[in-house]
Nanobody, 119 residues
Framework: VQLQASGGGLVQAGGSLRLSCAAS????????MGWYRQAPGSQRELVAS???????NYADSVKGRFTISRDNAENTLYLQMNSVKPEDTGVYYC??????????????WGKGTQVTVSS
């Protein structure tokens, strides 16, 4: 199973960016998916998560600005980032719980995509 994140880049403060994460490989089912970010010198932190049923959870710092969504038919995760701030800068990683068969789920990480917000 592979997770391929894309959509990162350089954006000015106040702008928008949309990240995507496509899961591929031996996939029977995907439960929770999420976006994490890691700023230089900081630990990786949860940005937002979404269950297979569509329930979402956000870090307080991004509530009202970011929207997480998923396309279950395409095994793809999205993060719409609006009104970005310099403190949103970091490497963004996607994570997914994937079952290749039955009900045993394994968490996989994508390689990350860099988001840089200039002031």
């Amino acid at each position: 199973v592979q997770l391929q994140a894309s959509g990162g880049g350089l954006v000015q403060a106040g702008g928008s960016l949309r990240l995507s994460c496509a899961a591929s490989g031996s996939i029977f089912s995907i439960n929770a998916m999420g976006w994490y970010r890691q700023a230089p010198g900081s630990q990786r932190e949860l940005v937002a998560s979404i269950t297979s049923g569509g329930s979402t959870n956000y870090a307080d710092s991004v509530k009202g600005r970011f929207t997480i969504s998923r396309d279950n038919a395409e095994n793809t995760l999205y993060l719409q980032m609006n009104s970005v701030k310099p403190e949103d800068t970091g490497v963004y990683y996607c994570n997914a719980g994937v079952a290749s068969s039955g009900s045993v789920f394994v968490h996989y990480w994508g390689k990350g995509t860099q988001v840089t917000v200039s002031s």
